[in-house]
């Protein structure tokens, strides 16, 4: 028998997504191991998220009442304490901003093999977890020999758990040592106002890596212009300084749904997916036919936008 | 004052590959600082410049393949480097966190550092995890993807600001010593100028074995095995317009036209 811990995740009084994901993820895990799938959750209105996440398939949902918001000092000590009280064989982690701060610490911590970012997994007397490299262009699977392991999973990989459930709910007392809490967290920002809001944008035009130059941007500006269209971008375009950062679709910028969104020289790393893929109707433009862009696109063009482009914006002219 | 930032030498693969068991065959690929490496680097030489007397260490676990690379990160400012290597990680398919861990652990043992630098996350192997686990192996505190620094090297603070998700910023205070890992974006990382390459020349790359180190080949050993790569398949059920670029930008036209769009 071996059980399963995952750690629920919320911020500014919300639980996230992954946090229902890892209970699908969990439950799947905890029935090929045989064992039960034990919530955590640390921190903020522990009760109310408790009720939340009593959903089918959880056995027991531990609450953890320290401090309001996310610390990684507190998490980490939370975690290690619950998992030597429960000795579960996987604990799982969400790779989210936040996972990375607390995971490979607590991994390191309880000396457990980590495996990240996994997008699929499988037990059968060894864990195998499916990983993607080179910015998705191949996946891989690893094995991890071994009794107890630490697990992050990808956001948006598994369906997020919706029946209710009748999960007990426990209060856990961890023990904080204060003196090794040396981080604090002192507010909250959010960014990129500015000029446009692009998520309110039903014709989103949308730029990235491949237009090389700071310059060449100014030939999607003028397509977007010619379509009534507002121009986006991916994360590249603004870490350039290119385009300010309320242009950037994605996990770390904004998610947006227009009717439709044009993908310019935008490879569709899972990070920048995870921004538009809601959008209603995808068109890429890529020179590379296998891109990821594609796997989601509803329309596509395999053609250097160099070319493609300025035809375009002639035809709206 | 002592930064050390860690400095990975990644492959890029070509659009087109071919995967030799479980490796891509070399013949697809090009090797390169990794990208987030290089606003960490940018990051180590801004604070030097910033502050009196800080020296900027750079370690990367490589093959001598990896002074190039190297090299890359001294003609930007960095001002020495130290490569570990060992017989023992030859023609390895995969380094666990762990085994970096304990590798980049025994060269802070070495260098005692005040402030570690890495990447978020390397474009090979994208698992995010050797700066935080490093930063609990030697007790020093950490903060993860990190897309703004203000350091306060009197008061032992590092005032920063982690890139959370959905455009929100979280705003952070870490005591000092630490291990931050660095987002893009967080600055703008130089190009290597023609005396900086010249320079680099002469800054010492040392070579650094297991047994320099006080490690022997167990350090390797990991539960953790590769055992498959392979090209995913394509989910892809777009429509693709073919022909020439006017005529693709002439169906574009024409399906966008249909949607209402550009008729304004």
Known sequence: MSDVLAITEHRRGE??????????????????????????????DVSG???????????????????????????????????DELQPGALLMPNSVNGLDYAPA?????????????????????????????????????EVDADHVA????????????????????????????????????????????????????ILVSVGRGIKEEENIELVQELADALGATLSSSRPIVDNGWLPKNRQVG??????????????????????????????????????????????????????????????????? | MKVLVTVKEVAEVEDEFEIDGLKIDERYLEYDLNEWDDYAVEEGVQIAEANDDVEVVTVTIGPERS????????????????????????????????????????????EQPDLV??????????????????????????????NALDLDVDGGVAHLRRELEGGVEELTDVDLPAVLTIQTGINEPRY?????????????????????????????????????????ESESDATIWEGSADETAGKLAEFLRDKGVGQA
């Not at chain 1, 607590?106 to 457990?112: S, W, Y």
Request: proline fraction near 3%.
């Open chain 1, 15 to 44: 639980l996230r997504d992954v946090s229902y994901e890892l209970i699908t993820a969990g439950r799947q895990l905890a029935d090929e191991l045989g064992g039960d799938l034990h919530l955590a959750v640390i921190s903020g």
């Open chain 1, 49 to 83: 998220f408790a009720d939340k996440l009593n959903r089918e398939g959880v056995d027991t949902i531990h609450t953890v009442d320290e401090g309001e918001e996310f610390n990684h000092d507190v998490y980490t000590q939370v975690i290690t304490q619950l998992y």
């Open chain 1, 106 to 142: 607590v991994a390191n911590h309880l000396d457990l093999p980590l495996v990240t970012d996994a997008i699929d997994f499988s037990y059968n007397g060894t864990l195998e977890a499916t990983r993607e490299q080179y910015g998705s262009k191949v996946e891989t699977t690893v």
């Open chain 1, 151 to 202: 697990l992050t999973i990808r956001p948006g990989e598994w369906p997020g758990a919706e029946e209710t459930g009748d999960a007990d709910v426990v209060s856990f007392e961890a023990s904080i040592d204060e003196s090794a809490v040396k981080s604090t967290v002192t507010g909250f920002e959010e960014v990129g106002g500015g000029d446009v809001d692009i998520t309110d944008a039903d």
């Open chain 1, 251 to 317: 996990q770390s910028g904004k998610v947006v749904t227009p009717d439709v969104y044009i993908a310019i020289g935008i490879s569709g790393a899972v990070q920048h997916v995870a921004g538009m893929k809601g959008s209603d109707t995808i068109i890429a433009i890529n020179t590379d036919p296998n891109a990821p862009i594609f796997d989601i696109a509803d329309y596509g063009i395999v053609d250097d936008l160099f070319d493609v482009v300025p035809a375009l914006t002639e035809q709206f002219k």
């Open chain 2, 67 to 110: 002074e190039e690379t190297i090299r890359m990160a001294l003609a930007k400012g960095a001002d020495r480097a130290i490569r570990v290597w060992d017989d023992a990680l030859d023609g390895a398919d995969f380094v666990d966190v762990a085994t970096k861990t304990d590798i980049l652990a025994a060269v802070v043992e070495d």
């Open chain 2, 117 to 146: 630098l890495t990447g978020v996350q390397a474009g090979d192997d994208a698992f995010g995890a050797t700066g935080v686990s490093l930063a609990d192996a030697i007790g020093f505190e950490w903060a993860a993807v990190v």
């Open chain 2, 192 to 232: 290597a100028s023609l005396r900086g390459i010249r320079q680099a020349q002469s800054k010492e790359i040392a070579p650094k074995s297991f047994e320099d180190l006080g490690l022997d080949a167990s350090v390797t050993e990991s539960e953790i095995t590769l055992t498959s790569m392979y090209e995913p």
